[in-house]
Structure formats: C-alpha cells, structure tokens
DNA sequence: ACATTAAGTGATT
DNA sequence: AATCACTTAATGT
C-alpha cells in the first residue's frame, strides 16, 4: 500500500506498519461531508491529499469557518470528541478531493500510550488549532471582521496552493457569518489598497495581506 | 432580448 | 457592522 508512504517522515518504522494494517483507507470526492454535526465519532482522519474545511453550523443553518485540515494533519475535534465517543461539534466537508486514513478509535488510543511520535502529533495539531481559534475569537471579540477576511483569504489561498480563489461574496460572507454587503465593501477598500483583485466569483490575492 | 445572479453604493440603525 | 433599498455589471437561456 502506498498510502503511509508520505507519512514515513512523520512517524517511527513501528508505528507506520500499525497505521499501515490498522486504518482504512477512503476516498471523499469533492463536496462530500465526511462529518455532521451530532455524528458519532468513530474514527480520526489522516489527510493524505486534499482539503478538509471545518465549520460550525449554528441552529439556524448559519455557517461559521473554523479551519482547514491540510495534508499530513488530523482534525484535532475529533480527538477530543472520539475518546468519550461523543457526538461531532462541527461539520466536515471536502472542499477538494480527498484521500484520508480512517485510523479506529481504539488503535489511536493504544498508540498515544505507546508511540512519542503519535503522541507528539496528536498534540500539536490540538495545540496549533486551539492557538488559530484563541486567533479568531480575538478578531470575532474586538468586531475586526476586515482582519478575519483577511485571515481567511491568506489561509485559503495557502490551503489550495493557489492566490487564485474562487468564491462569491456571498459564499465568503457565509464562511464568516456575516453578510454579503459587508464583504463586498471589506474587499472592495482591500482591492483600493492594492492588496487583490476582484472579479465575478473570483478574487486574484496580490502579495500578502 | 430577457431573466437571473453577483457586485457596488448611499442611507439608516 | 448589519440591513435596506436600489443600481450596475456579468452570465445564462
């Protein structure tokens, strides 16, 4: 199998042949859902290619963007959420094709106990993603929506490998739970500042934010 | 040419 | 920053 191959950096020989004969391999095509809010957490992820986006979704049907798990990452929710199998606080979605390692509640267990480098990884991804969350309630708390635009622009483009991002208005105030007007004028002042482009359903970012 | 959807803008809360 | 109301621009049929 050539799946745990990219991960030979990540992990001991060891450890590598377990999630080798442990975990399952599975594919997400493109706006798929691999988790909905209230699902049963039963498995954690490996990225190996693609790009998972995390979100909130508020009673309302409002959305909220709360990261991207990237290849080589895990979702660090579903640790949290799995131990206990609790049901998922957030929604999961493959925003590009994804080729993921589904690793069983019970292996990932025994592995933290006995595999550093897992326990390693496990605690950074859980670190680095509660560090950007401290980040966006920060800029959620002190009403900087014109930082959190920014934000996620600079995340996305990094995420997809690309300045090019292919998104309406619409689509972007949704991710933020803002409104459509609101991220019109946001990005129109960024286009003033010489920052980006903007065309219909597309924005050309220019440098760095 | 017409309808639909995306984006720009002033005024108001 | 959000909402309303309205205009203008781009796209689909």
């Known amino acids: 199998m050539a799946y745990p191959d990219r991960l030979s950096g990540l992990f001991e020989p060891g450890l590598l042949a377990e999630i080798r004969h442990r975990s399952v391999p599975r594919h997400v095509p493109a706006g798929n859902t691999l988790l909905e809010p209230g699902q049963i957490v039963r498995s954690v992820p490996i990225v190996l290619s693609g790009l998972v986006k995390v979100s909130r979704v508020e009673p309302d049907?409002?959305?909220?963007?709360?990261?991207?798990?990237?290849?080589?990452e895990t979702c660090a929710m579903t640790f949290t959420c799995c131990m206990e199998n609790q049901a998922s606080e957030i929604r999961a979605l493959a925003e590009e094709d994804v080729d993921l390692l589904d690793v069983p509640v019970k292996a990932m267990d025994e592995w933290l106990a006995r595999y550093p480098t897992w326990k390693a990884f496990v605690m950074r991804t859980i670190r680095s993603r509660f560090n950007e969350l401290l980040h966006t309630i920060d800029l959620i708390a002190f009403q900087n929506l014109d930082q959190r635009l920014a934000d996620f622009l600079r995340i996305k483009a990094k995420a997809q490998g690309s300045s090019l991002i292919n998104l309406s208005h619409e689509a972007i105030a949704a991710e933020l739970a803002s409104s459509r007007v609101v991220v019109s004028r946001l990005l129109k002042k960024l286009e003033r500042d010489g920052k980006l482009l903007l065309y219909r359903n597309q924005i050309k970012l220019l440098g760095d934010l």
Do not use: A, K
Not at 61 to 72: A, M, S, T
């Open 61 to 72: 049907g409002r959305e909220l963007f709360l990261y991207y798990v990237n290849p080589d």
